[in-house]
Structures are given as structure tokens and as C-alpha cells.
């Protein structure tokens, strides 16, 4: 079984500009979640969808950043426009139910603001 | 409201010593807690998880840890280190008993292995 896939794995992007971080879940994952790991702290969570629905977003960080998962298969964050404490590295997860926990990761998309 | 300390931000071993990595958590409920692991450039991969059953777990890659609810602790051992186990690792825990399901995440601990 293909696991979580994230792309792209790096991305350099300026100050002000857009980007959009993509997360395939593992085939059949109602549970999608998006966490972050700024650097120096700890992974933290950003939000749940199940299938295309967002269950929990309380940890988004403020509107300049959009998760969607059209069709409750992919999804995308998208942060417009990024600021250089978004960088980090961003994790996405999928689970086939809520499983409290022990979902599969991603490798992760490493996101510098210059 | 949940946590949990990673007492450690680095531990150095040397190949075939025991590893002990600590973790103490809070949860206002009853916890599910969890270890991750992190390889450079990998994504996190649960090495084990508690949920309220046998108090000592048994995860991948010989390494295991105990449930101390009068020390509320879980900490991660393995008899034997090897240099493969040189990564990252996350104590984590998720409040079952309160509903939710977001995992809250350690600072991690970074295991070094030498020969």
C-alpha cells in the first residue's frame, strides 16, 4: 500500500508570495491531518478534515492559510501571502478512522520563507 | 489540556547500550500515548502506542515502553542500541477520553548512537 505522499519535499519561496503544499492520503483515509514543526518548537496540529469536511481547524494559525480537500481525497494548504515565520516543515497524516492517534505520516514539506 | 516533557533534548549512546529516552506527560483524561520516530529526511513513524491496556508495550525494532500512571510517565527504552537508531524521537499523547483526537507533541529527543 502507497503511503501518505507530500510535495513538494522543499520549497523556497519569498516573502509575500504564494504556495500550495499538496497531501495524497493513503487510498481509502477518511482522516487527513495537517500538522506543523516551526523551527526550534514542537509539532504542532493545524487541522482535520474527514473526507471533505474540516472536523477541527483550531489550530490554523490565522486566514492566510486555506486547507481544502475537494471530493474528500487530496489535499492542499495554501498560504497567501507567506511571511517568514511560516517556515518550517509541514506534516501531513491519514488515518482510516479517527484512531486517536497512530495515523501514518508523510515525509513532510520543508517550507523557507526568505 | 494535555502535554507532555521530553526531559531530554539529546541522548548519546554507544552501540549495543541500553537506550532510555523520558517522557512525562498531563492529560485531564485518560491518555492514548504514542512514539514516533523521525529518520533524517523520513517521515514520522509510530514506533508504539499505549490505549489503556497492558501497561508495558511492545513496539517495532525491539523498543518498548511503560505506562506509570502514579508517575505519569512513559518512557521509551530498548535493551540494546544500534547505530540504525540514530534519529528523532517524539513522545506524544492524545486525550481519548476527552473526545478530541490531535495528537500533542513532545519537543522531541535526538538519540545519538557511537561505536
Known amino acids: 500500500e502507497a503511503g501518505v505522499t507530500q510535495f513538494p519535499s522543499h520549497s523556497v519561496i519569498e516573502k509575500g508570495q504564494t504556495v500550495t503544499l499538496r497531501c495524497d492520503p493513503i487510498?481509502?483515509?477518511?482522516?487527513l491531518y495537517w500538522y506543523r514543526r516551526v523551527m526550534g518548537k514542537e509539532i504542532k496540529f493545524l487541522l482535520h478534515f474527514v473526507k471533505e469536511s474540516k472536523q477541527d481547524e483550531s489550530g490554523m494559525p490565522n486566514n492566510r492559510f486555506l486547507a481544502e480537500r475537494t471530493g474528500g481525497t487530496y489535499s492542499t494548504l495554501k498560504v497567501q501571502p507567506a511571511e517568514l515565520e511560516d517556515s518550517g516543515v509541514y506534516f501531513c497524516?491519514?488515518?482510516?478512522?479517527?484512531?486517536?492517534?497512530?495515523?501514518?505520516f508523510g515525509s513532510g514539506t520543508r517550507l523557507t520563507v526568505v | 489540556a494535555q502535554s507532555v516533557t521530553q526531559l531530554d533534548s539529546h541522548v548519546s549512546v554507544s552501540e549495543g547500550t541500553p537506550v532510555l529516552l523520558r517522557c512525562n506527560y498531563s492529560?485531564?483524561?485518560?491518555?492514548?500515548l504514542f512514539w514516533y520516530v523521525q529518520h533524517p529526511n523520513k517521515g514520522l513513524q509510530l514506533l508504539l502506542k499505549y490505549t489503556s491496556a497492558a501497561t508495558l508495550v511492545k513496539g517495532i525494532n525491539g523498543f518498548e515502553a511503560e505506562f506509570k500512571k502514579s508517575e505519569t510517565s512513559f518512557h521509551l527504552t530498548k535493551p540494546s542500541a544500534h547505530m540504525s537508531d540514530a534519529a528523532e524521537y517524539f513522545c506524544?499523547?492524545?486525550?481519548?477520553?476527552?473526545?478530541?483526537?490531535?495528537?500533542?507533541f513532545g519537543t522531541g529527543t535526538q538519540l545519538k548512537v557511537e561505536l
Open positions: 506524544v499523547v492524545s486525550d481519548q477520553g476527552g473526545g478530541g483526537n490531535k495528537l500533542t
Open positions: 487510498s481509502g483515509h477518511d482522516n
Open positions: 492529560s485531564s483524561y485518560s491518555p492514548s
Open positions: 497524516a491519514s488515518s482510516l478512522q479517527n484512531m486517536g492517534g497512530g495515523y501514518t
